[in-house]
């Protein structure tokens, strides 16, 4: 037990020497790391536009010389360069203002594993100083998690702490997807906005205890006044990893056979899928045996895909919804206590704008989260740059007898912060920091601390961990949302 516990800590304290020692050109000042972040609005109003108005497009983000240029594919096991395209990553962007006279809101969905903040701020950087959409007081971009796309944050290459993002790749990305935003502006129409909610059964699967998830999919609809254009927005729950970890091709994973079920089955229709809370892991409800490879990974993921979009189509029981979106975001200052992701930050392979503490011993990560409504209160959108546990969302914690730390989880859940009548999260929305785990149930091997999974003493295997920033993050990030809520309201 001593040397498991002097291990442990001389971990620690080479992260804080590293840490302490690093010139500060490494660290991000505060200014530079929010400066093309669009805060939304001081207050929420209740007045209604007249009408809505919204626009989308879209841009191919594959490569053509996929086969040619090394591009590891993410998700899974490092090391895994692409050999061919199985279908396209996309970015797919949707304008919408009220016309209330507050500005307009970009959502924008990448076919990506995730992106850092400092990528997306990049984007917002190429759409601000383009001055081609006036008046435009947020720009939100997520990612779908597709586990078989190409490396976008550098953690999936050839080897230990050797990044996998490919540069040229990268900036194409950016330009594409600015692009995407900027003609999703010029290609709005008028016309009307619409919501319904539809409980899925057996689709959902929880790799770990508590088994809990979000089970509704949630459909929003714009349709023109001149019965043109029809726009889809659907968020639902689920890793997009249902290729496998054998894949050696490009995809977009099971969201990309949804969206083309729906726009076959709707003409001039055009579809944007949205990641849910997915922490946990929630999955598809045959996940283990794509990770046991005993199924047909491409057969079943078109299929899983396939249903979604059946489930999609068949809503046909919408609301309307009054002409009023409200949307505020907050930067964020999350602390890194895993001193993995620090080094991998440090040698370059991660790119996160991060901080360094007064004392210089400890990194914080540059992030930010926000909150929309649409409709004066009817929906509730939570915006989570990582991967939320779900229980943060609707309460259902382990017990202190059942938790991994013998504690209570003590927050304000994130349903609890608002009375919109439907509540849905965005997950992986403008950041990537991994796993977002209640502090109860957040367990760390001792001897290798955020290097190897920790057993609990229930023999949990608590694999998440290693995947995400430290035990302060979901309290950072609920705390801020909580404060940011009562603020605007």
Same mark, same amino acid.
């Given at each position: 037990?001593?040397?498991?516990?002097?291990?442990?800590?001389?971990?620690?304290?080479?992260?804080?020497?590293?840490?302490?020692?690093?010139?500060?050109?490494?660290?991000?000042?505060?200014?530079?790391?929010?400066?093309?972040?669009?805060?939304?609005?001081?207050?929420?109003?209740?007045?209604?536009?007249?009408?809505?108005?919204?626009?989308?497009?879209?841009?191919?983000?594959?490569?053509?010389?996929?086969?040619?240029?090394?591009?590891?594919?993410?998700?899974?096991?490092?090391?895994?360069?692409?050999?061919?395209?199985?279908?396209?990553?996309?970015?797919?962007?949707?304008?919408?203002?009220?016309?209330?006279?507050?500005?307009?809101?970009?959502?924008?969905?990448?076919?990506?594993?995730?992106?850092?903040?400092?990528?997306?701020?990049?984007?917002?950087?190429?759409?601000?100083?383009?001055?081609?959409?006036?008046?435009?007081?947020?720009?939100?971009?997520?990612?779908?998690?597709?586990?078989?796309?190409?490396?976008?944050?550098?953690?999936?290459?050839?080897?230990?702490?050797?990044?996998?993002?490919?540069?040229?790749?990268?900036?194409?990305?950016?330009?594409?997807?600015?692009?995407?935003?900027?003609?999703?502006?010029?290609?709005?129409?008028?016309?009307?906005?619409?919501?319904?909610?539809?409980?899925?059964?057996?689709?959902?699967?929880?790799?770990?205890?508590?088994?809990?998830?979000?089970?509704?999919?949630?459909?929003?609809?714009?349709?023109?006044?001149?019965?043109?254009?029809?726009?889809?927005?659907?968020?639902?729950?689920?890793?997009?990893?249902?290729?496998?970890?054998?894949?050696?091709?490009?995809?977009?994973?099971?969201?990309?056979?949804?969206?083309?079920?729906?726009?076959?089955?709707?003409?001039?229709?055009?579809?944007?899928?949205?990641?849910?809370?997915?922490?946990?892991?929630?999955?598809?409800?045959?996940?283990?045996?794509?990770?046991?490879?005993?199924?047909?990974?491409?057969?079943?993921?078109?299929?899983?895909?396939?249903?979604?979009?059946?489930?999609?189509?068949?809503?046909?029981?919408?609301?309307?919804?009054?002409?009023?979106?409200?949307?505020?975001?907050?930067?964020?200052?999350?602390?890194?206590?895993?001193?993995?992701?620090?080094?991998?930050?440090?040698?370059?392979?991660?790119?996160?704008?991060?901080?360094?503490?007064?004392?210089?011993?400890?990194?914080?990560?540059?992030?930010?989260?926000?909150?929309?409504?649409?409709?004066?209160?009817?929906?509730?959108?939570?915006?989570?740059?990582?991967?939320?546990?779900?229980?943060?969302?609707? %309460?259902?914690?382990?017990? +202190?007898?059942?938790?991994? $730390? #013998?504690?209570?989880?003590?927050? /304000? =859940? !994130?349903?609890? @912060?608002?009375?919109?009548?439907?509540?849905?999260?965005?997950?992986?929305?403008?950041?990537?920091?991994?796993?977002?785990?209640?502090?109860?149930?957040?367990?760390?091997?001792?001897?290798?601390?955020?290097?190897?999974?920790?057993?609990?003493?229930? %023999?949990?295997?608590?694999? +998440?961990?290693?995947?995400? $920033? #430290?035990?302060?993050?979901?309290? /950072? =990030? !609920?705390?801020? @949302?909580?404060?940011?809520?009562?603020?605007?309201?």
């Amino acid at each position: 037990m001593k040397y498991r516990t002097l291990t442990a800590k001389s971990i620690g304290t080479l992260a804080k020497t590293i840490i302490s020692g690093m010139p500060d050109s490494y660290f991000t000042k505060e200014s530079d790391a929010d400066r093309y972040m669009l805060t939304g609005d001081s207050k929420f109003t209740s007045r209604n536009g007249e009408k809505f108005t919204c626009g989308f497009a879209s841009s191919v983000l594959t490569p053509d010389d996929v086969t040619k240029e090394k591009y590891y594919i993410a998700g899974y096991g490092s090391n895994n360069p692409a050999q061919g395209v199985l279908d396209d990553m996309y970015a797919r962007a949707f304008y919408i203002d009220d016309n209330t006279g507050t500005g307009g809101v970009v959502m924008c969905v990448i076919d990506a594993v995730g992106l850092s903040r400092h990528d997306i701020n990049l984007i917002r950087k190429l759409v601000i100083e383009s001055r081609k959409i006036p008046c435009l007081k947020s720009i939100n971009i997520s990612a779908t998690h597709s586990h078989s796309a190409i490396d976008t944050q550098g953690l999936w290459g050839e080897k230990l702490f050797s990044c996998g993002r490919n540069e040229k790749f990268m900036e194409s990305l950016r330009k594409k997807t600015a692009d995407a935003i900027i003609r999703s502006y010029e290609n709005r129409k008028d016309g009307k906005l619409y919501y319904s909610v539809k409980q899925t059964e057996d689709l959902q699967f929880d790799c770990r205890t508590p088994d809990t998830f979000d089970s509704n999919l949630t459909k929003i609809r714009f349709e023109s006044s001149d019965g043109e254009k029809n726009i889809v927005i659907v968020n639902f729950a689920s890793h997009a990893e249902l290729l496998g970890g054998c894949t050696k091709t490009v995809s977009a994973d099971f969201p990309a056979y949804m969206i083309k079920e729906i726009e076959a089955n709707n003409e001039n229709c055009d579809v944007v899928f949205i990641n849910g809370a997915i922490g946990g892991m929630i999955s598809a409800k045959e996940i283990k045996k794509v990770y046991r490879e005993t199924i047909d990974c491409e057969a079943y993921t078109k299929e899983f895909g396939k249903m979604l979009g059946e489930i999609v189509n068949s809503m046909t029981d919408e609301k309307e919804l009054p002409g009023c979106i409200n949307i505020k975001s907050v930067p964020l200052r999350i602390k890194a206590s895993n001193f993995v992701l620090i080094l991998a930050r440090l040698l370059k392979v991660l790119n996160n704008d991060i901080a360094r503490s007064s004392k210089r011993s400890e990194a914080f990560i540059y992030s930010e989260t926000g909150y929309i409504e649409l409709g004066n209160g009817e929906i509730g959108i939570f915006m989570i740059p990582g991967e939320l546990f779900p229980e943060l969302y609707n %309460g259902e914690f382990l017990t +202190e007898y059942m938790s991994a $730390t #013998g504690k209570r989880a003590e927050y /304000t =859940i !994130l349903k609890d @912060m608002t009375d919109a009548k439907h509540t849905f999260v965005i997950g992986l929305c403008n950041d990537e920091l991994g796993y977002i785990i209640p502090d109860n149930d957040f367990f760390l091997n001792d001897k290798l601390p955020y290097i190897d999974s920790g057993k609990d003493v229930f %023999g949990r295997n608590h694999y +998440e961990e290693t995947n995400s $920033t #430290g035990p302060e993050t979901a309290r /950072t =990030i !609920l705390d801020a @949302m909580h404060n940011l809520i009562r603020g605007v309201k």
